[in-house]
């Protein structure tokens, strides 16, 4: 899609590598079926969630075990072989786009619940545990994973982790790196690693926070300890209806100004309400400009009490409607139509563009007029959908791939959303992470000095760029020629 | 009080350009936690202040030496709090050691450690070079997460300018339970509350007492108040007894003591760790005082007394000393910053 992209993703070791050799010792590590040659077995893992970033590449292996996994890397170090960890490939920045010289290590065979411990509130997982899937393994136990992607009954913890991936409660709970204790991983020496440990801080540096949002640069996550919470008594759902998105980004910055921090803080304005409405019918007001979709969660104590502050508020700051959840089954509709937005957008646009800057809450006002300026500037529908607690935005940018220079189109507009995102004081990214997709916007957002710095760090872990080379830290040389163009 | 930034980053390039070892002091609070070290004094006291602070944020960005007292009394004045409840040291800590050092109060298990508030940093490297990682808004993925890597690093990946940091309203109301029990049962009873979606924010365990400390709204405090019974503490004394918790008060060794930290699951036995004598964040930290110097506890860290030029933190595996000895080159070559300060070997 760009030609700069393209210049990064070469592999080290060009022409030195003997693929023949590489494959047959490869298939001496892994069981018949786990390793996969065929253009048609592959196609499937060509792509993540960004489906306009495509690449087969050389070879997939899925692993069936951490041995295997280690013996994986100590061969592609090896043989100076690049090798790109993927999850489920929900990812949205190309994170997990394979590299075409390289192997791919699909770790969703990895996919077992260790140890579930439910006294000390914690469960070990394998990568490859889905999301949904431990928070359903523990519910028994009246417990739950706080992150909660849209994507979590399909995403990984590896993949999770590797993103430091959030969701709707993450605005009480954190992202998965307030909820991670320890991390095994494998360098790709083949050598494994943890970080972290059963108690809350361990001493020295923090390496497990590192590896959280690493985008599998610095080594293969192979196991990990998270934190599980106990379910509240009590959750408490309602949604509140604005004529404008000002006033109800008002109204998410005095609620939390007062001191108010909902488990949930969702905010959708007018394209992405109607979309989902007619997605999933569960009777949002179709005539209003913003939607606030707000949880609550503690003892009935608690939630009686925040209750009334919450609702004050939002009809303080202009709120026409709110409608406030009766029991258990209204709760989940009322949610339905926010975790189906990105699909509900999918149906009225053949393609669409999911952006995710994190601006200060002050600034939503003005940067959701901004979008909607460079909007009608580029022709392009936007649908915003966003944790409005926690300032970060989902503008969902809709195009039409088939129609000539659209994708174009929609890609300039989502860079000019990301680099707007940056000058108000925030940031190209808050949870979907850099992958291939906003490399151009990393020398926007850090200087020269902080991207050598990262680029170190990186050879600490992997000197010869062999994991996820081309990803998420873009090379010196990169960064010159994206000044130069800058400056030209 | 005032910006130093420029003076810092030359001291830390001349130091760069002689090889010259540095040795960071803020308050000078923490002399006694990690290895002893000697280097040129890099003093960050006067490198100070607030640089921004908004409340309907929820976040204060401070120069490095500002003071953790003052950033108490700031916040309190729009009712809000630092998150992770650290100590102040007589009024004397800074933010850039307590970040260093990784200092966490009693509510680590609810509230998170320094790391959950933490949301950006500036950074001067060990080649002189100033630096900005992470921001000012809640949630940050763009680059490696240098900001949280810093967190217990001592200094010794580079000189922390300032921070920004996360902050959280006070607590509307709020009182302490105590229970006479041993230590065994309290360990059971801390297991089972924990579980519970309780408004807790402190359960330590001291001289056959647990102290369970609620915090929130009036109405969620009286009702976990009358479910888990106890004696309700005055409030003075309540106060009291988490300062003293806050700022490690109740257990300073003497010149022949030496006081152990031992980290770990909540639900680990009581004789797993012999001679506790005080327990925190609901069974995760448990302290040991020993009378003599330096016999080393299996798995504690040394914390305070004994020998200071002794591994402090205990070993690490082979391979990830190696990998902490690169990441320790990438951002300080010559090894200039705090060397040795958190390991021997780094
Ligand atoms: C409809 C939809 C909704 C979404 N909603 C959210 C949301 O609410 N919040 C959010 O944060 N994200 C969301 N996402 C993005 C995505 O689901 C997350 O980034 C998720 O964590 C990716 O997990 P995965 O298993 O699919 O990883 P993949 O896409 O397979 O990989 C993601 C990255 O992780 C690396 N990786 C994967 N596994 C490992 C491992 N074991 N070790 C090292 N590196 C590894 C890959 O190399 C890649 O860089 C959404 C995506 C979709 C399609």
Redesign the interface.
Known sequence: MNSLLNASNKPPHEGVIDVSTFVSALQKILPVGAVILSKEGQRPFECDGLTVYQQLPLVTAMPETVDQVQAILRLSHLHGLPLVPRGAGTGLCAGAMPHAEGLLLVLTKLNQIVHVNHKTCTATVQPGVRNLALTEAVAPFGLYYAPDPSSQIACTIGGNVAENSGGVHCLKYGLTVNNLLQVTMVTIEGEIMTLGGAGLDEPGMDLLSLMVGSEGLLGVVVEAKVKLLPRAPRVQVLVAAYDTVTAAGDAVAALIGQGIIPAGLEMMDHLAISAAEDFVKVGYPTDAQALLICELDGTDAEVEEQLLLVCECFKQHGAHHIRIAKDAAEAAALWQGRKAAFPAVGRISPDYYCMDGTIPRSQVGYVLTRISELSQFYGLRVANVFHAGDGNLHPLILFDASIDGELEQAELLGGDILTLCVDVGGTITGEHGVGLEKMPQMPYQFGDAELAQFRRLKAAFDSEELLNPGKAIPTLKYCQEYRSLQHG | MGDLTVQLEQQIQHAYATKTPLKIRGGNTKASLGRETSGEAMDMADHSGVISY??????VRARAGTKISLLNDLLAEQ??RLPFEPPSFAGEATIGGTVAA?Q?GAS??WF??V??SLLGLGLI?GYG?????G????????????T??????MG??GLITDVSIKV???FKAGHTLTFDMTIEAALEAM?KW??????ITGMSHFKGLLYVRLQ?????V???STFLGGEKLASKAAEIFWQAIREGSFLQPRHDQTLWR???????LANTVPNTSLIN?AG??RWVLTEALDTPLEGL?QYQGGDRLAEV??A??A??QA??Q??K???DPHGILNAGR??AWM
């Open positions: 908004s409340a309907t944020e929820l976040v009712h809000q990784n966490t680590r298990p998170g450690g790391k959950d490297n070079e100033v630096m900005q990682f921001g000012q808004v809640m949630k940050n993925v763009a680059g490696f997460d240098v949280r890597l810093q967190c217990g690093a010794s990946l959280l309203p006070e297991l924990a579980n519970l979606s309780l408004p929130g709204g009036a109405g969620g009286a009702s976990a031992w980290s770990g699951a909540s639900d680990t964040w995760a930290e860290v933190y205990g690490i595996s391979p990830q990998l902490q690169r990441i080159h990438a951002f958190l390991y």
